[in-house]
C-alpha cells in the first residue's frame, strides 16, 4: 500500500515534542476476534485542532473511544501501541481516571440526561472536580458566556430542548471538568448547517481564548478541514493520508472522495463506482 507523499507542516512535525497527544500504532481488537484498528498513529499538538476524516465505518468512532479507554464496556481492546497524554501512557486509566487529567469525550449523537435540566447537564461534568462550589459556579458562567443559548433555557429539561442545545449541552457539560483536550465525536451530526457553523466557531474560540486542544472525528471534511489545522484521513482502520488542512482541501483524492469535487467540477453519486478504483492509496 502507498501513499501520496505530503510535506509535513510546521502545524504537525514528523516529532512533535508539544503534542499533548500520541497515538503510537495502536491496534483495537473487539471481542477478542474483530481487528477494527490497524496500526494507527497520530498526534495533536498542544492548543491545536486535529481532525480525523472519513466514511461511516473508517474508524473514527472507535480511535476517539481507544483514547477515552471507553472501548471495554463495547468489549474491545487496544491490543498493541500506546495512547500518550501529556508524556504519560493512559491506556490502562479508567475513564473517570483520564478526565481527570484533562481529558474528555464528547459522544457522537450528544447525550444529555434528558430527564435533567440543561444547567444540571453541566453541572454533572464538574462531577471529577474537588476546588468547591464557587470555583464551579464561576465555571458555570463561564459556560454560559459562550452558550448565551443555554443560560436562556437553563431550566429546560434537556431532552426537549433542540439537536443543537443538546450539543452545546454536551460541549458545555465537558468544558465544566476543565479539559485540556476535547474528543469530539460528529458534532455536526443531525444538525442544520447554520447550527454546525455556529458550534463550529464556538469550538475555534474555545480553543483560541481557553487553549483546550481538540481532536475532532467528523464526516462533514468541508467543515472540519475549514477550522482544524491538521488532519488524518481514515479508511478500514488505518491511516491512509495526513498532513496540514490546507493540503487536504487541496488534494484532488480528498476532493472527489471526500468533498464530492473533482477536476471538472462537482461529481455526481452515480459516477461513485468509478472512484475506488482512482484511488492512489489503494494501488
Known amino acids: 500500500m502507498t501513499q501520496p507523499a505530503l510535506a509535513k507542516p510546521t502545524a504537525a512535525p514528523a516529532v512533535a515534542p508539544d503534542a499533548i ?3 503510537n500504532n495502536i491496534e483495537v481488537v473487539y471481542d477478542h476476534v474483530i481487528l477494527v484498528l490497524k496500526g494507527v498513529s497520530l498526534h495533536v499538538p498542544r492548543g491545536g485542532i486535529v481532525a480525523i476524516l472519513g466514511a461511516n465505518g473508517a474508524g473514527k468512532t472507535t480511535t476517539l473511544k481507544a483514547i477515552s ?16 497524554f ?3 501512557a493512559v491506556q490502562a486509566l479508567s475513564p473517570d481516571a483520564l478526565v481527570k487529567r484533562g481529558c474528555i469525550q464528547v459522544m457522537e449523537g450528544r447525550h444529555c440526561f434528558g430527564h435533567l ?16 462550589a464557587a470555583a464551579i459556579r464561576a465555571d458555570l458562567e463561564r459556560v454560559y458566556g459562550y452558550f448565551p443559548r443555554l443560560k436562556e433555557r437553563r431550566a429546560a429539561m434537556a431532552g426537549y430542548t433542540s439537536g443543537g442545545e443538546q450539543q452545546m ?9 476543565r479539559p485540556k483536550l476535547i474528543l469530539l465525536d460528529e458534532p455536526s451530526m443531525g444538525l442544520a448547517p447554520q447550527i454546525v457553523e455556529e458550534i463550529f466557531a464556538i469550538v475555534q474560540d474555545l480553543n483560541v481564548r481557553e487553549q483546550v486542544s481538540f481532536l475532532l472525528a467528523e464526516q462533514n471534511t468541508h467543515m472540519a478541514l475549514k477550522y482544524a489545522g491538521y488532519g488524518y484521513v481514515l479508511e478500514n482502520g488505518r491511516v491512509v493520508l495526513d498532513g496540514a488542512a490546507a493540503e487536504l482541501t487541496a488534494n484532488e483524492d480528498v476532493k472527489e472522495f471526500y ?6 467540477g462537482r461529481k455526481s453519486f452515480r459516477d461513485g463506482k468509478h472512484y475506488k478504483r482512482r484511488k492512489r492509496w489503494l494501488t
Do not use: P, Q, W
Not at 117 to 132: C, H
Not at 169 to 175: T, Y
Open 21 to 23: 497527544l500520541a497515538l
Open 69 to 84: 479507554n471507553l472501548l471495554r464496556a463495547e468489549r474491545g481492546d487496544v491490543t498493541k501501541g500506546s495512547v500518550v
Open 86 to 88: 501529556e508524556g504519560s
Open 117 to 132: 435540566s440543561i444547567e444540571e447537564n453541566l453541572l454533572t461534568g464538574a462531577f471529577t472536580r474537588r476546588d468547591g
Open 169 to 177: 449541552c454536551a460541549i458545555g457539560r465537558a468544558l465544566m471538568s
Open 259 to 264: 468533498l464530492g469535487l473533482a477536476e471538472g
